[in-house]
């Protein structure tokens, strides 16, 4: 498995950008969701993809990975596994139970979450919170050592999330995942083929109006299905390893905007307009191993969208003015392109890597030169909602709140990624807080440049090079830019009970094209944790403090009037914070984790976010929690 994971780092990017469905797996995954992780609905404004950053979700921190002394109970081998625990006002509860015989296992997971909001470090209070109910059941069997078969299962049903950072608030979200997966051959893959099928479906009601006030009550319901099939097959021959594989993904998308006037629901606009696409994949990855330190590794992918929006062309009655339209997905993208989708589009995705692996005892080197191309998803290219109507007389749109439109681009050329990576390993030891006897050092850092021909960004109109209007309304556009990161961490085990880490972040992003800061660039992050454990009669206990610093950031995206006004003022300014944490682990059968959070109080924001600005309404910032007092319980039987 080991060889695989080195050997499809650019497959593996490949296939994980593919937009709105990219969390559903891991917040569904059996027994590893974060404690307070809303799902809230895709956004409309993300950074540039290439940035492949986290987003920080300035509610939920509770599921930061400190160590724990109770971290042995969560991974322990047992029948049983139970969670619970609060942080703030909110609490989750988590069972887990799984079996295994000699030929079937199965996992079987149950959890609740229920967030009730918070006091910034300001002590106002901030309305967000949500319910959610999940289950997942994973079976699987295992008729020999050459052969493997899993079907998996996973419902979320998530109700009032409340989201004061947008202007409405997902009402009721319902997501259904069932997956087939297979293995022929052995589990090291030498000689095997895998396959496999998924079924992906997702229907979401967000609207303004039940959990809060609004002068206009407006609704969107979202429905997407998704189908995906795939195949690999892994050989190895000598000191060649080779994967090749091919995959084809359906994906259905509708989305829908209602107007609430008094009991009437007015369809007034198609945010997705009955989306079709058919995804084709390919690749191929190749490996030679020189040597036991010394390895080169080739990748070739092809990607091929077919896409056809089914309702492009259908405009919608307004009984408020019969004089009026609502325009069709089509009518806006003529009027903010210049063009019209007629019948399907097709667009091609070439990628290639090259990779060197260096690996002597205890460390890695290696370099990475890739040229990686990735067509928009579908928000970039086909959202369209538009605040506009038709006027009949006039033969012309009239739009009725100006720069408050959200209209994709369907005609986006494809983002094309020169990338080049560095990075060096070194690990001289046990893992961190698990020495025996102390003097372990696990430190890693790397450093990337990305030249990027077409990178997908969204901007302002303002007749832009293809841009047809100059309206201040949401568009998507095509840029070249310069994308840097860097990081370092260094781990030690100063005694065996001792241990400090640290770790620190930057990213330099720079749209060329315009000579301008790319929205949503991580400012400068260090990070640094101090823990100390030690034993006792029945067990062991931990104690550990974390600080954050983040940095002030000049660079970004600030003003509305000469670009995309996204970035917000108050979430750049620097700020650090201090959490305290403890555990005690009795007998790997029971165990406590407690602490407080942000100690001191501070008020911030988390400048890479979306969450706390919406582009074409910005809203006051939307601070992080002040003081979080939390306590989970864990248990294995």
């Known amino acids: 498995m080991r060889k695989i994971l080195l050997s499809s780092s650019l497959i593996f990017m490949l296939f994980s950008a593919q937009g709105a469905f990219g969390e559903e797996e891991r917040l569904a995954d059996s027994d590893r969701f974060g404690p307070l992780k809303s799902f809230g609905p895709p956004k409309f404004i993300a950074p540039p993809s290439a940035q492949k950053q986290t987003l920080e979700n300035q509610f939920d921190r509770a599921d930061r990975n400190y160590y724990s002394a109770a971290d042995a109970i969560d991974e322990a081998i047992s029948s049983l596994r139970l969670k619970s625990g609060f942080y703030g006002r909110n609490f989750y509860n988590s069972a887990l139970t799984n079996f295994r015989t000699s030929k ?51 419902h979320d049903d998530i109700a009032d999330d409340k989201q004061p950072e947008y202007q409405m608030d997902p009402v009721d979200t319902d997501r259904h995942i069932v997956r087939f997966d297979g293995r022929l051959g052995l589990e090291e893959l030498s000689n095997t083929v895998r396959f496999g099928a998924r079924y992906r479906n997702i229907k979401r009601e967000a609207n303004n109006y039940k959990l809060r006030n609004s002068p206009q009550n407006m609704q969107i319901k979202l429905n997407r299905k998704i189908w995906d099939y795939y195949l690999k097959y892994d050989a190895d021959l000598g000191s060649w390893h080779n994967q090749i594989g091919a995959s084809y993904e359906r994906d259905e998308h509708l989305g829908r905007r209602f107007r609430i006037n008094g009991n009437q629901s007015i369809l007034n606009a198609y945010r997705f307009a009955d989306l079709n696409i058919d995804r084709f994949k390919i690749f191929d990855t190749l490996s030679y191993e020189f040597s036991s330190e010394h390895k080169l590794t080739a990748a070739l992918a092809y990607e091929k969208d077919i896409a056809k929006a089914k309702k492009a062309d259908l405009t919608l009655e307004n009984p408020l003015n019969p004089a009026t339209l609502f325009p069709s997905a089509n009518m806006l993208w003529q009027n903010f392109y210049g063009r019209q989708v007629d019948g399907t589009l097709k667009e091609d995705a070439y990628s290639a890597e090259l990779k060197y692996d260096f690996t002597p005892q205890n460390q890695l080197y290696g370099v990475r030169i890739a040229h990686i191309e990735r067509i928009g998803d579908n928000v970039e290219k086909f959202n369209s909602l538009g605040n506009f109507v038709y006027n009949r007389a006039q033969n ?59 990178l997908i960004i969204f901007d302002r109109a303002r007749a832009q090079y293809g841009i047809y209007a100059n309206s201040g309304d949401i568009i998507a556009r095509n840029v070249d830019a310069k994308i840097i990161q860097t990081s370092a961490y260094a781990k030690f085990n100063v005694t065996q009970n001792f241990g400090i880490a640290a770790k620190a972040y930057y990213t330099y992003g720079q749209n060329d094209t315009d000579g301008r800061a790319l929205y949503q660039i991580r400012p400068f992050e260090l990070n640094l944790n101090v823990d100390y454990k030690d034993y006792f009669a029945y067990g062991s206990w931990n104690v550990g403090a974390a600080a954050r610093a983040v940095s002030k950031h000049t660079r970004g995206d600030f003003d509305a009037a000469n670009g995309l006004g996204i970035d917000d003022k108050d979430a750049a300014k620097g700020f650090m914070t201090l959490d305290l944490y403890s555990g005690v682990n009795i007998r790997d059968k029971f165990g406590v984790k407690f602490g407080v959070n942000n100690v001191f109080d501070k008020k911030y924001a988390e400048f890479i976010s979306a969450d706390h600005i919406e582009a074409f309404a910005p809203i006051s910032t939307i601070n992080a929690p002040g003081r979080t007092f939390w306590l989970s319980f864990h248990a294995a039987f």
Do not use: C, W
Not at 104 to 120: E, W
Not at 429 to 447: I, N, P, R
């Open 396 to 454: 012309r749109l009239i739009s009725q709140r100006p720069g408050s439109s959200i209209v994709g681009n369907p005609f986006l050329k494809k983002e094309e990624h020169n990338l080049v990576k560095l990075e060096a390993k070194f690990k001289d030891g046990a893992d961190y807080m698990k020495s025996a006897f102390g003097g372990d050092l696990d430190a890693g850092a790397f450093v990337s440049y990305d030249d990027v021909k077409n």
């Open 104 to 154: 079937f296992y199965g996992i079987f997971n149950l959890n609740h979450t229920k967030a009730n909001g918070y006091k910034d470090g300001l002590g106002r209070e901030v309305d967000f919170g949500y319910e959610r109910f999940a289950q997942a059941a994973i079976l699987g069997f295992v008729p020999s050592e050459y052969a493997e078969f899993r079907l998996t299962y996973m």
